[in-house]
């Protein structure tokens, strides 16, 4: 009861700040979507952060690093430290730049002004649209399981927040949040949000450890040789062409439309000095802590079935309960900036992209935007009781891909006069064949897919016994961990070829591969490849445009 | 130095992949693994990246390029 009442009173806070934005706010569609270009440096970098951090930088990196070890720091934070800010710092301030100079508001309205184009504009809408959305469906969906889980009482197994509700309680606190803020009311928000869940970790593996028997120190030791969890402890399970291939993923971040739209609310360009500084140091500050507690809680509390709630689980094990509730604010702060960020975007989108380019009454803008954000999230919030969570995490995946294959058209829209509107239009296309070509391969390939150990096998484990958590994921299982036995070692299908594609293809438990690789890797090479050639071969836009977005300079 | 810098983020790349450290389950400081010690190392570098980019490689024309009172800002509605 106690954790609950500590989110509420942080839910409070959250819609009193939202309130005191909505005084300070004026009518217009800059104010509300981009808070008047007015974000100082602080506040933008603390927000920007907020846009792109989710549940899954606690929960999810903890849970991976369950099941996959170290590793999964490297691979998706490290890469993350250096990929995101690297864009921030070339792509983002040329944005931010365009859309002072001229009005822009979203990626769309630069394309179409940048390449003299309509429906090309839409098309790049359309598919930007279509990869967000489950996007957004699976942030509520996670802040419903965060509440769920937290609401669950020590020895009981029935949650007082239902999952139905919990998902209820975040759409509603992000609609009211964004309805009435707008991008104002959600960057204040952030601020609180930010540092909360940036202290979160450190907070976590302190009080964690000093109620540890021993220390942290001394659990990590007894791991080094323990045959069953001692592989957590480096990258014997991921292969290397996994992470290797898992580098480009980050270029995804500065395509996600409200990570772009963030980059044009700030007052001036210096702040994003800062925030490109900052944000190696800040990814760091939430994923060590948690991928590090990932790897303990492996050998603290083996057999966990859905390796997402283990840092919970440490807590409440762990941790005195009304610091568990104030820690489980922190998750609820990642999953609610995001999703904040994420409605807003979409609402700018389709006041911008649609309303107002196919001849909506401007002066009607603000209210179109506020009815869509509140139809917006009652569609989302429905589909996120009714739909299986897989479907969305598979679509989440490509959409991530898919961002990141949208990073040629953006390098070359702001880097490369000669580029076409008929190059992007080829690597639009180029991207959506992919999505649809790999959910096609996973399908077909569902019935063949090594299958990760039983629930049974993982609830037989002996108590005591020190086992691979459940549901490990064979994408980059090296070693057998999950028969509940102690044999000894012995080498299992990791991967499948499916048939039909001269062995390009593999299909492991949760995804297919591309000679081992990533999807993102031809997806990437070859969306590049298309914008240059096709542009190449195709007349450039008038002299008058490329002179607008490339002046020449004394 | 806009060279040198080229150069280093090339490296970057590179530094991310420490296969030397892929099976080691030694410790670094007697608590952390040095597959993720090292990559946390990375994750400093990266901001000692951001800060010689934003040294000496800031885009300031940028900035200069944009009139005081921007001729083809929307208004937007009320």
Known sequence: MIPLIVIFIYLLVIAYIGSVAYKQSKNSTEDFFLAGRTIGSFVFFLSLFATNMTAFAILGSSGAAYKQGI??????????????????????????????????????????DRWECSGIGTAIFVLSVIMLVPYLIISIKGGGIVLEEISIAKGTTNPLIPFWLGCLIVAVVVTVNVFFGG????????????????LFGAVAVIVISNNLPGGLSATINQMVTDTRTGSLLSRER?????????????????????????????RKMSAFKQT???YPIAIMAIWLPCVFL????????????NSDTILLKLLSEYAPVWLAGLLGAGIISAVMGSDCHQVLALSTMFTKDIYEYYGGEKSKSVPFARVFIIVLTIIAYLIALVSPTSIFELAVQFAFSGFAALAPVMVAALFWRRSTKWGALASTLYVAF????????????DAIAPKPPTRAAAQVRPAGQLGAPSGINPDSVTSPMASGKPA???????????????????????????????????MVVGSAILMLLVSMLTPPPSRETVEKYFPHRA | ????????IVAMIFLHHDLWNWTSRELVFGILPIGLAYQAFYAVLAMVTMALLVKFAWPAHLEEDIPEHPINQQEGGH
């Open chain 1, 276 to 278: 490109v500084i900052a």
């Open chain 1, 434 to 445: 992919w999505l649809l070509f790999s959910g096609y391969l996973t399908n077909i390939s």
């Open chain 2, 1 to 8: 130095m806009k060279v040198l810098l080229g150069l280093w």
């Open chain 1, 294 to 305: 990932g790897v303990v809680g492996a050998q603290l509390i083996p057999g966990v079935q």
């Open chain 1, 238 to 266: 991921m292969p290397a062409e996994l992470f290797g291939s898992y580098f480009l993923i980050p270029l995804s971040s500065i395509m996600f439309p409200h990570m772009a739209i963030m980059c044009l609310s700030a």
């Open chain 1, 183 to 198: 991008m104002r009311g959600v960057v204040w928000v952030n601020v609180f949000q930010t540092i909360l869940f940036l």
């Open chain 1, 71 to 112: 590793g999964i720091f490297g691979m998706m934070a490290a890469s993350s430290a250096f990929v995101i800010p690297f864009t921030i710092f070339f792509i983002g301030t040329r944005l931010w730049a365009l859309g002072k100079k001229f009005g822009h508001m979203t990626q769309v309205q630069y394309f179409r």
């Open chain 1, 488 to 522: 000894a070692p012995k080498k299992p299908i990791t991967s499948v070829t499916i048939p039909g594609y001269g062995g390009m293809f593999q299909r492991t438990a949760t995804t297919v591969t591309f000679y081992g690789y990533r999807l993102v890797v031809p």
